[in-house]
Protein backbone atom coordinates (compact mmCIF):
# COMPACT_ATOMS: atom_id res chain seq x y z
CA UNK A 1 0.00 0.00 0.00
CA UNK A 2 1.71 3.80 -0.97
CA UNK A 3 1.31 5.82 2.57
CA UNK A 4 1.06 9.50 2.39
CA UNK A 5 3.64 11.68 4.46
CA UNK A 6 0.95 12.07 6.95
CA UNK A 7 0.14 8.27 6.72
CA UNK A 8 3.95 7.47 7.63
CA UNK A 9 3.84 10.05 10.41
CA UNK A 10 1.08 8.51 12.27
CA UNK A 11 2.62 5.03 11.64
CA UNK A 12 5.92 6.06 13.54
CA UNK A 13 4.47 7.02 16.79
CA UNK A 14 4.61 10.51 16.62
CA UNK A 15 0.72 11.35 16.81
CA UNK A 16 0.87 8.88 19.88
CA UNK A 17 0.05 5.36 20.71
CA UNK A 18 -3.30 5.47 19.80
CA UNK A 19 -2.95 7.14 16.50
CA UNK A 20 -0.10 4.71 15.59
CA UNK A 21 -2.33 1.84 16.15
CA UNK A 22 -5.58 3.53 14.04
CA UNK A 23 -3.61 3.68 11.57
CA UNK A 24 -2.22 0.08 11.98
CA UNK A 25 -5.33 -1.31 11.90
CA UNK A 26 -6.15 0.67 8.73
CA UNK A 27 -3.13 -0.36 7.19
CA UNK A 28 -3.84 -4.02 7.70
CA UNK A 29 -7.65 -3.99 6.66
CA UNK A 30 -6.83 -2.16 3.48
CA UNK A 31 -4.24 -4.62 2.49
CA UNK A 32 -6.65 -7.45 3.01
CA UNK A 33 -8.99 -5.48 0.74
CA UNK A 34 -7.07 -4.70 -1.37
CA UNK A 35 -6.26 -1.49 -1.43
CA UNK A 36 -3.78 0.60 -2.57
CA UNK A 37 -3.80 3.46 -0.62
CA UNK A 38 -6.12 5.12 2.01
CA UNK A 39 -8.65 8.35 1.56
CA UNK A 40 -9.13 11.12 3.73
CA UNK A 41 -12.30 10.90 5.12
CA UNK A 42 -14.10 13.77 7.66
CA UNK A 43 -17.33 11.63 7.55
CA UNK A 44 -17.37 8.63 10.19
CA UNK A 45 -20.16 6.84 11.75
CA UNK A 46 -19.33 4.05 14.80
CA UNK A 47 -18.48 5.21 18.53
CA UNK A 48 -20.34 2.52 19.82
CA UNK A 49 -21.41 2.91 23.82
CA UNK A 50 -19.94 -0.26 25.81
CA UNK A 51 -22.43 -1.74 28.22
CA UNK A 52 -22.20 -4.55 30.94
CA UNK A 53 -21.45 -7.22 28.29
CA UNK A 54 -18.12 -5.59 27.23
CA UNK A 55 -17.28 -4.26 30.79
CA UNK A 56 -17.66 -8.22 32.33
CA UNK A 57 -15.18 -9.11 29.96
CA UNK A 58 -12.77 -6.52 30.75
CA UNK A 59 -13.53 -6.16 34.59
CA UNK A 60 -13.92 -2.21 34.39
CA UNK A 61 -16.17 0.42 33.38
CA UNK A 62 -13.54 2.76 32.19
CA UNK A 63 -14.23 3.95 28.87
CA UNK A 64 -10.56 4.63 28.18
CA UNK A 65 -9.85 1.03 28.60
CA UNK A 66 -12.57 -0.03 27.00
CA UNK A 67 -11.59 1.85 24.23
CA UNK A 68 -8.44 0.98 23.56
CA UNK A 69 -9.53 -2.72 24.31
CA UNK A 70 -12.07 -2.88 21.84
CA UNK A 71 -11.97 -0.14 19.72
CA UNK A 72 -8.11 -0.38 19.23
CA UNK A 73 -7.23 -3.81 20.26
CA UNK A 74 -4.57 -2.51 22.60
CA UNK A 75 -4.09 -4.09 25.81
CA UNK A 76 -3.64 -1.22 28.25
CA UNK A 77 -5.70 2.25 28.11
CA UNK A 78 -3.81 5.13 26.58
CA UNK A 79 -4.56 8.53 25.55
CA UNK A 80 -6.51 8.99 23.47
CA UNK A 81 -6.45 12.63 21.74
CA UNK A 82 -9.59 14.41 19.71
CA UNK A 83 -11.16 12.50 16.87
CA UNK A 84 -9.66 13.63 13.96
CA UNK A 85 -12.55 13.16 11.48
CA UNK A 86 -16.18 14.71 12.14
CA UNK A 87 -17.83 11.48 14.00
CA UNK A 88 -21.64 10.40 14.97
CA UNK A 89 -22.52 8.14 17.33
CA UNK A 90 -24.30 4.91 15.94
CA UNK A 91 -27.64 3.65 17.73
CA UNK A 92 -26.48 2.44 21.07
CA UNK A 93 -27.80 -0.19 24.00
CA UNK A 94 -30.05 2.11 25.97
CA UNK A 95 -32.44 4.85 26.00
CA UNK A 96 -30.94 7.66 27.50
CA UNK A 97 -33.87 8.49 29.41
CA UNK A 98 -36.78 5.75 29.79
CA UNK A 99 -34.00 3.17 30.29
CA UNK A 100 -36.12 1.47 33.24
CA UNK A 101 -38.52 0.21 30.54
CA UNK A 102 -35.60 -1.83 28.93
CA UNK A 103 -35.40 -3.31 32.79
CA UNK A 104 -31.67 -1.88 32.75
CA UNK A 105 -29.84 -1.70 36.52
CA UNK A 106 -28.63 1.73 37.46
CA UNK A 107 -25.30 1.20 37.74
CA UNK A 108 -24.85 -0.21 34.15
CA UNK A 109 -27.16 3.07 33.18
CA UNK A 110 -24.22 4.92 34.87
CA UNK A 111 -21.29 3.30 32.76
CA UNK A 112 -22.82 3.76 29.53
CA UNK A 113 -23.50 7.39 30.30
CA UNK A 114 -19.62 7.19 31.13
CA UNK A 115 -19.28 5.82 27.92
CA UNK A 116 -21.06 8.36 26.35
CA UNK A 117 -19.41 11.37 28.16
CA UNK A 118 -16.02 9.84 26.55
CA UNK A 119 -16.90 10.08 23.46
CA UNK A 120 -18.48 13.15 23.42
CA UNK A 121 -15.07 14.75 24.64
CA UNK A 122 -13.48 13.15 21.64
CA UNK A 123 -15.67 14.73 19.63
CA UNK A 124 -18.61 12.46 18.99
CA UNK A 125 -21.95 14.20 18.02
CA UNK A 126 -24.03 11.63 20.00
CA UNK A 127 -26.92 11.19 17.72
CA UNK A 128 -27.78 7.29 18.84
CA UNK A 129 -29.68 6.11 16.38
CA UNK A 130 -29.17 3.89 13.02
CA UNK A 131 -30.17 6.77 10.45
CA UNK A 132 -27.90 9.82 11.17
CA UNK A 133 -28.71 10.62 7.85
CA UNK A 134 -32.50 11.94 9.27
CA UNK A 135 -31.20 13.88 11.86
CA UNK A 136 -28.29 16.30 10.86
CA UNK A 137 -25.65 14.00 9.25
CA UNK A 138 -26.46 14.12 5.66
CA UNK A 139 -23.22 12.97 3.51
CA UNK A 140 -23.08 14.69 0.18
CA UNK A 141 -22.90 13.10 -3.17
CA UNK A 142 -19.58 11.49 -3.50
CA UNK A 143 -18.40 12.18 -0.14
CA UNK A 144 -16.19 9.28 1.15
CA UNK A 145 -17.44 8.41 4.32
CA UNK A 146 -17.15 5.55 7.44
CA UNK A 147 -19.91 4.30 7.97
CA UNK A 148 -21.04 1.36 10.54
CA UNK A 149 -24.67 -0.10 10.13
CA UNK A 150 -26.06 -1.88 7.13
CA UNK A 151 -29.21 -0.08 6.66
CA UNK A 152 -27.47 3.50 6.88
CA UNK A 153 -24.59 2.58 4.46
CA UNK A 154 -27.16 1.28 1.75
CA UNK A 155 -29.21 4.34 2.41
CA UNK A 156 -26.43 7.13 1.62
CA UNK A 157 -24.66 5.09 -0.82
CA UNK A 158 -28.03 4.62 -3.06
CA UNK A 159 -29.93 7.51 -2.04
CA UNK A 160 -27.34 9.97 -1.39
CA UNK A 161 -24.71 8.49 -3.52
CA UNK A 162 -22.40 9.48 -0.62
CA UNK A 163 -19.28 6.78 -0.72
CA UNK A 164 -18.57 4.23 1.86
CA UNK A 165 -18.07 0.22 2.48
CA UNK A 166 -20.01 -1.14 6.04
CA UNK A 167 -17.43 -0.68 8.63
CA UNK A 168 -16.99 -2.15 11.96
CA UNK A 169 -16.37 -0.65 15.81
CA UNK A 170 -12.58 -1.25 15.45
CA UNK A 171 -11.83 0.89 11.64
CA UNK A 172 -14.34 3.15 12.36
CA UNK A 173 -12.76 4.14 15.14
CA UNK A 174 -9.58 4.35 13.34
CA UNK A 175 -10.66 6.16 10.24
CA UNK A 176 -12.28 8.62 14.01
CA UNK A 177 -8.91 8.70 15.11
CA UNK A 178 -6.86 9.32 11.74
CA UNK A 179 -8.66 10.97 9.36
CA UNK A 180 -8.49 7.95 6.58
CA UNK A 181 -10.25 4.59 5.28
CA UNK A 182 -8.87 2.20 2.84
CA UNK A 183 -9.69 2.94 -0.70
CA UNK A 184 -11.83 -0.22 -1.67
CA UNK A 185 -14.97 -1.25 -2.26
CA UNK A 186 -17.68 1.27 -2.45
CA UNK A 187 -15.44 4.13 -2.62
CA UNK A 188 -14.18 2.70 -6.67
CA UNK A 189 -16.39 3.65 -9.63
CA UNK A 190 -16.72 0.24 -11.04
CA UNK A 191 -18.26 -1.17 -7.58
CA UNK A 192 -20.66 0.84 -7.61
CA UNK A 193 -22.21 -0.05 -11.43
CA UNK A 194 -25.14 -2.63 -11.49
CA UNK A 195 -24.32 -6.38 -12.23
CA UNK A 196 -27.90 -7.66 -11.62
CA UNK A 197 -31.36 -6.47 -13.15
CA UNK A 198 -34.87 -7.05 -11.18
CA UNK A 199 -37.88 -6.34 -13.38
CA UNK A 200 -40.70 -5.65 -11.15
CA UNK A 201 -43.64 -6.60 -12.53
CA UNK A 202 -46.14 -6.50 -9.46
CA UNK A 203 -47.27 -3.13 -8.39
CA UNK A 204 -45.20 -1.84 -5.51
CA UNK A 205 -46.47 1.45 -3.75
CA UNK A 206 -46.72 1.14 0.44
CA UNK A 207 -44.24 0.70 2.89
CA UNK A 208 -44.81 -3.06 3.39
CA UNK A 209 -44.26 -3.26 -0.54
CA UNK A 210 -41.24 -1.85 0.07
CA UNK A 211 -40.20 -3.61 2.50
CA UNK A 212 -41.05 -6.75 0.59
CA UNK A 213 -39.46 -6.05 -2.33
CA UNK A 214 -36.18 -5.34 -0.15
CA UNK A 215 -36.27 -8.33 1.52
CA UNK A 216 -37.24 -10.64 -2.13
CA UNK A 217 -34.27 -8.29 -3.97
CA UNK A 218 -31.64 -9.16 -0.89
CA UNK A 219 -32.32 -13.24 -1.07
CA UNK A 220 -31.99 -12.53 -5.20
CA UNK A 221 -28.29 -10.85 -5.21
CA UNK A 222 -27.19 -11.45 -2.05
CA UNK A 223 -24.40 -8.99 -2.02
CA UNK A 224 -24.27 -7.96 -5.16
CA UNK A 225 -25.72 -4.19 -6.92
CA UNK A 226 -28.85 -4.39 -8.15
CA UNK A 227 -30.95 -2.58 -10.57
CA UNK A 228 -34.78 -2.08 -10.39
CA UNK A 229 -36.97 -1.97 -13.34
CA UNK A 230 -40.39 -1.50 -13.33
CA UNK A 231 -43.94 1.18 -13.90
CA UNK A 232 -44.86 2.96 -10.71
CA UNK A 233 -41.57 3.19 -8.54
CA UNK A 234 -41.74 6.46 -6.63
CA UNK A 235 -40.68 5.67 -3.40
CA UNK A 236 -40.27 8.85 -0.92
CA UNK A 237 -37.70 8.16 1.72
CA UNK A 238 -39.01 6.18 4.08
CA UNK A 239 -39.79 3.75 1.87
CA UNK A 240 -36.30 3.70 0.75
CA UNK A 241 -34.84 3.43 4.22
CA UNK A 242 -37.36 0.67 4.43
CA UNK A 243 -36.57 -0.99 1.22
CA UNK A 244 -32.59 -0.64 1.57
CA UNK A 245 -32.61 -1.87 5.51
CA UNK A 246 -34.44 -5.06 4.32
CA UNK A 247 -32.30 -5.96 1.43
CA UNK A 248 -29.31 -5.11 3.66
CA UNK A 249 -31.04 -8.05 6.00
CA UNK A 250 -31.84 -11.06 3.81
CA UNK A 251 -28.86 -10.04 1.35
CA UNK A 252 -25.46 -8.12 2.18
CA UNK A 253 -26.92 -5.20 -0.43
CA UNK A 254 -24.61 -2.23 -0.04
CA UNK A 255 -25.54 -0.17 -2.90
CA UNK A 256 -28.43 -0.72 -5.95
CA UNK A 257 -29.64 1.77 -8.41
CA UNK A 258 -33.35 2.62 -9.12
CA UNK A 259 -32.93 5.00 -12.39
CA UNK A 260 -34.56 8.54 -12.40
CA UNK A 261 -35.18 8.26 -8.30
CA UNK A 262 -31.78 7.24 -6.88
CA UNK A 263 -28.54 9.50 -8.18
CA UNK A 264 -25.77 7.99 -10.04
CA UNK A 265 -27.89 6.45 -12.97
CA UNK A 266 -30.10 8.18 -14.92
CA UNK A 267 -30.81 5.23 -17.30
CA UNK A 268 -30.79 1.50 -17.00
CA UNK A 269 -27.84 1.44 -19.32
CA UNK A 270 -26.27 3.83 -16.62
CA UNK A 271 -27.01 1.81 -13.90
CA UNK A 272 -24.99 -1.34 -15.69
CA UNK A 273 -22.22 0.99 -16.84
CA UNK A 274 -22.45 -0.35 -20.33
CA UNK A 275 -22.63 -4.07 -19.66
CA UNK A 276 -25.01 -7.40 -20.02
CA UNK A 277 -26.89 -8.32 -16.44
CA UNK A 278 -24.97 -10.76 -14.93
CA UNK A 279 -28.60 -12.26 -13.58
CA UNK A 280 -31.62 -11.01 -14.50
CA UNK A 281 -35.09 -12.04 -12.06
CA UNK A 282 -38.61 -10.67 -11.66
CA UNK A 283 -40.50 -9.78 -8.94
CA UNK A 284 -44.37 -10.84 -9.28
CA UNK A 285 -47.16 -11.76 -7.17
CA UNK A 286 -45.61 -15.04 -6.33
CA UNK A 287 -42.13 -13.66 -5.36
CA UNK A 288 -44.53 -11.46 -3.09
CA UNK A 289 -46.49 -14.11 -1.29
CA UNK A 290 -43.43 -16.01 -1.02
CA UNK A 291 -41.55 -12.93 0.62
CA UNK A 292 -44.96 -12.72 3.34
CA UNK A 293 -44.58 -16.24 4.02
CA UNK A 294 -40.96 -16.06 4.67
CA UNK A 295 -40.77 -13.61 7.21
CA UNK A 296 -43.55 -14.53 8.56
CA UNK A 297 -42.16 -18.18 9.01
CA UNK A 298 -41.73 -18.20 12.86
CA UNK A 299 -45.22 -17.32 13.62
CA UNK A 300 -47.61 -19.81 15.07
CA UNK A 301 -49.44 -18.01 17.93
CA UNK A 302 -52.09 -14.55 16.74
CA UNK A 303 -51.92 -13.59 19.88
CA UNK A 304 -49.18 -11.03 20.05
CA UNK A 305 -47.51 -9.34 23.30
CA UNK A 306 -45.62 -7.44 21.48
CA UNK A 307 -45.86 -4.46 18.71
CA UNK A 308 -42.33 -3.13 17.33
CA UNK A 309 -42.36 0.48 15.07
CA UNK A 310 -39.30 2.04 13.65
CA UNK A 311 -36.86 -0.49 12.55
CA UNK A 312 -34.95 1.46 11.02
CA UNK A 313 -35.79 4.17 13.41
CA UNK A 314 -38.96 5.61 12.40
CA UNK A 315 -39.10 9.14 10.68
CA UNK A 316 -41.62 11.72 11.57
CA UNK A 317 -44.49 10.59 9.19
CA UNK A 318 -44.39 7.48 11.11
CA UNK A 319 -44.33 8.21 14.34
CA UNK A 320 -47.57 10.52 13.09
CA UNK A 321 -49.30 7.81 11.44
CA UNK A 322 -49.11 5.51 14.59
CA UNK A 323 -50.72 8.18 16.31
CA UNK A 324 -53.43 9.07 13.96
CA UNK A 325 -54.12 5.53 13.97
CA UNK A 326 -54.28 5.18 17.72
CA UNK A 327 -55.71 8.45 18.10
CA UNK A 328 -58.74 7.66 21.03
CA UNK A 329 -57.94 3.68 21.25
CA UNK A 330 -56.73 1.61 23.98
CA UNK A 331 -53.34 -1.05 23.26
CA UNK A 332 -54.67 -4.01 24.58
CA UNK A 333 -53.82 -4.63 28.42
CA UNK A 334 -51.85 -8.31 27.54
CA UNK A 335 -49.99 -6.38 24.47
CA UNK A 336 -47.09 -3.81 24.52
CA UNK A 337 -46.52 -1.57 21.82
CA UNK A 338 -42.97 0.32 21.16
CA UNK A 339 -41.92 2.80 18.37
CA UNK A 340 -38.32 3.62 17.65
CA UNK A 341 -37.45 6.92 16.53
CA UNK A 342 -34.25 9.06 16.61
CA UNK A 343 -33.89 10.95 20.23
CA UNK A 344 -34.15 14.27 17.81
CA UNK A 345 -36.91 13.24 16.05
CA UNK A 346 -38.64 12.05 19.70
CA UNK A 347 -38.40 15.83 20.89
CA UNK A 348 -40.32 16.83 17.43
CA UNK A 349 -43.11 14.15 17.59
CA UNK A 350 -43.66 15.22 21.73
CA UNK A 351 -43.58 18.96 20.85
CA UNK A 352 -46.04 17.88 17.84
CA UNK A 353 -48.74 16.13 20.56
CA UNK A 354 -47.71 12.34 18.60
CA UNK A 355 -45.96 11.29 21.71
CA UNK A 356 -48.90 12.05 23.80
CA UNK A 357 -51.47 10.25 21.59
CA UNK A 358 -49.40 7.45 21.56
CA UNK A 359 -48.55 6.90 25.65
CA UNK A 360 -52.89 7.88 26.09
CA UNK A 361 -53.47 4.52 24.23
CA UNK A 362 -50.56 2.90 26.01
CA UNK A 363 -47.70 3.01 23.81
CA UNK A 364 -44.51 4.17 24.47
CA UNK A 365 -41.98 6.10 21.79
CA UNK A 366 -38.34 5.35 23.17
CA UNK A 367 -35.13 6.50 21.15
CA UNK A 368 -31.43 5.90 21.13
CA UNK A 369 -31.69 1.88 20.83
CA UNK A 370 -33.95 -0.90 19.99
CA UNK A 371 -34.44 -4.44 20.71
CA UNK A 372 -32.08 -5.51 18.20
CA UNK A 373 -29.16 -3.90 19.66
CA UNK A 374 -30.30 -3.57 23.14
CA UNK A 375 -31.38 -7.41 23.60
CA UNK A 376 -34.41 -6.07 25.85
CA UNK A 377 -38.19 -6.85 25.25
CA UNK A 378 -40.89 -6.47 27.29
CA UNK A 379 -40.91 -9.34 29.90
CA UNK A 380 -42.91 -12.65 29.35
CA UNK A 381 -43.02 -11.62 25.05
CA UNK A 382 -43.50 -14.39 23.54
CA UNK A 383 -45.19 -13.25 20.00
CA UNK A 384 -44.31 -10.25 18.36
CA UNK A 385 -45.64 -8.06 15.70
CA UNK A 386 -43.63 -5.43 12.86
CA UNK A 387 -43.94 -3.52 10.22
CA UNK A 388 -40.13 -3.95 9.32
CA UNK A 389 -38.54 -6.44 7.55
CA UNK A 390 -35.26 -6.15 8.95
CA UNK A 391 -36.78 -6.66 12.24
CA UNK A 392 -38.40 -9.67 11.65
CA UNK A 393 -36.05 -11.24 10.03
CA UNK A 394 -33.25 -10.24 13.10
CA UNK A 395 -35.63 -10.34 16.24
CA UNK A 396 -36.50 -14.18 16.00
CA UNK A 397 -33.42 -15.07 15.95
CA UNK A 398 -31.75 -12.84 18.65
CA UNK A 399 -34.47 -13.60 20.84
CA UNK A 400 -36.18 -16.79 20.49
CA UNK A 401 -39.47 -15.25 19.68
CA UNK A 402 -41.89 -15.59 17.06
CA UNK A 403 -42.30 -13.00 14.89
CA UNK A 404 -45.09 -11.58 11.98
CA UNK A 405 -44.49 -8.84 9.80
CA UNK A 406 -47.56 -6.64 8.13
CA UNK A 407 -48.45 -3.17 7.51
CA UNK A 408 -48.15 -0.81 10.50
CA UNK A 409 -51.94 -0.85 10.06
CA UNK A 410 -52.14 -4.42 10.79
CA UNK A 411 -49.43 -4.24 13.42
CA UNK A 412 -51.33 -0.79 15.45
CA UNK A 413 -54.80 -2.95 15.10
CA UNK A 414 -52.88 -6.21 16.46
CA UNK A 415 -51.61 -3.77 19.45
CA UNK A 416 -55.53 -2.78 20.45
CA UNK A 417 -57.01 -6.42 19.37
CA UNK A 418 -54.50 -8.30 21.12
CA UNK A 419 -54.54 -10.86 17.76
CA UNK A 420 -52.78 -10.52 14.48
CA UNK A 421 -55.65 -10.15 12.14
CA UNK A 422 -56.56 -13.26 9.80
CA UNK A 423 -54.81 -13.11 6.35
FE1 LIG B 1 -31.92 0.20 13.50
FE2 LIG B 1 -32.16 -1.73 15.25
FE3 LIG B 1 -33.39 -1.89 12.98
S1 LIG B 1 -30.28 -0.75 14.61
S2 LIG B 1 -32.06 -0.82 11.54
S3 LIG B 1 -33.79 -0.34 14.58
S4 LIG B 1 -32.38 -3.59 14.02
Not at 203 to 228: F, M, R, S
Request: charged residues 20%.
Amino acid sequence: MRLSPADERMLSGEDGLAVQAAIELLVRYGDLMGADRLIDTDNVCGANIFGPRHANVLGTTDPAALFSRFSLDLDGPVDVPPFRAHSCQVIGPRDREQWDVQGLAPSDVDAMNDSERYLAEKGVDLLSTCTPYQVGNVPRFGEHCAWMESSAVVYINAVLGARTNTEGRESSAASMLTGRTPYCGYHLDEHRLATHLVDVTHPVTTIEDWNLLGYWVGEQVHDAVPVLTGTGLAPDPVRLKQFGAAAASSGDVEMYHLPGVTPEARTLEQALGGRSPKATSVYDAGARAATVASLCRTAVDRDVDFVMIGCPHASLPQVREVARLLDGRRIADSTTLWVFTPAALRTVAERSGYVATIERAGGRVLADTCPAIGQFLPPRTRVFATDSAKQAHYLPAIAGVQGWFGSVDACVTASITGRWPDA
